[in-house]
């Protein structure tokens, strides 16, 4: 049975993990790819791409990895030209990339702050002002950007930039996908809620000695309704659905994938 994006193209920002293990964007890349997408791993991590690649190559799909600092015009402009280069086009382009500093307001430096917005949002413009062109000429496609639903509500814990970067992204979709829906192309954007990824594991559980980190893990899924985080795996099952054909006529939304702790 064919999958659910056979044959196209899929770009992903960020598909590596930081540190390993299963990240959003290295789980959405693999999705992808058992989908039977060809899917380019794009990531500051040479080796974090490398390893998702190979992960898909393992399975017998077909992957490239790219170095590409995504808040870099001029290496965004080479990781397009190169993803054309190798697979001639771009059906799908996926913004996984994102951070957060958690720091109150008034130590908030405006490094930080326009680093966190460089990642969050700023990588997103540049994906998209260097695919978009390619994608219009290949007669349309789908772009999935990874927001948080911190986007639209507190979540308890001082972080303004990623607050505010992050809102910025989902109206910066909303205007791509209406401004480009002649051209047949889709944006949405997913709004994850706790999601368990070894960055969130790292952060959340570096303060605390190795005999707290259990609990803390627990009080985190205490605190998401189902009694459980989401995984890497329902944030990239929801891409893949916002990036094929069955969500053809879906454009300009922001869907959580957080298990209903926004309610
Ligand atoms: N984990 C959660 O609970 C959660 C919740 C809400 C939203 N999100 C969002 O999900 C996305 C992915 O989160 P994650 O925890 O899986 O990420 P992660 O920290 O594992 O990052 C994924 C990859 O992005 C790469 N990266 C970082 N900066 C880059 C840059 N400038 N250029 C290219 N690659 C770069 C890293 O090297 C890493 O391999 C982010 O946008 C994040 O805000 C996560």
Redesign the pocket.
């Known amino acids: 049975m064919a999958g659910k994006v056979e044959g196209k193209v899929v770009l992903v920002?960020?598909?590596?993990?930081?540190?390993d293990?299963w990240?959003?964007?290295?789980?959405a890349a693999v999705l992808y790819a058992r989908e039977g997408a060809k899917v380019v791993a794009?990531?500051?991590?040479i080796a974090?791409?490398e390893a998702t690649a190979a992960e898909i190559a393992g399975e017998g799909g077909e992957s490239l990895a790219i170095q590409?600092?995504?808040?870099?015009e001029t290496e965004v402009a080479a990781l397009v030209a190169e993803t054309l280069r190798r697979f001639g086009r771009i059906d799908v382009l996926h913004?996984?990339?994102?951070?957060?500093a958690v720091e109150a307001l008034e130590d908030t430096s405006e490094a930080s702050w326009d680093r966190v917005f460089?990642?969050?949002l700023k990588?997103t413009f540049l994906l998209c002002k260097h695919a978009i062109p390619a994608m219009v000429e290949g007669g349309g496609g789908a772009i999935v950007n990874?927001?948080?639903?911190?986007s639209i509500r507190w979540a308890g814990a001082d972080y303004f930039s990623?607050y505010s970067s992050?809102a910025g992204l989902n109206q910066f979709s909303r205007m791509i996908g209406r401004r480009y829906a002649k051209n047949q192309i889709r944006c949405n954007t997913i709004?994850?809620?706790?999601?368990?990824?070894?960055?969130?594991r790292s952060n959340l559980l570096k303060d605390f000695p190795p005999e707290r980190q259990e609990e803390e893990l627990a009080k985190r899924h205490r605190r998401c309704p189902p009694g459980r985080?989401?995984t890497?795996w329902d944030?990239a099952r929801a891409a893949v659905f916002l990036a094929s054909d069955d969500s053809a006529y879906i454009n300009g939304v922001e869907l959580p994938v957080d298990g209903g702790i926004t309610l």
């Open positions: 920002s960020g598909a590596g993990s930081s540190p293990g990240s959003n964007g290295a789980a794009a990531d500051i991590n974090a791409a590409c600092d995504v808040t870099k913004n996984n990339v994102g951070t957060y460089a990642i969050n990588s990874i927001s948080s639903i911190a990623y992050k709004l994850p809620g706790l999601i368990d990824t070894p960055q969130i985080m989401g890497p944030i």
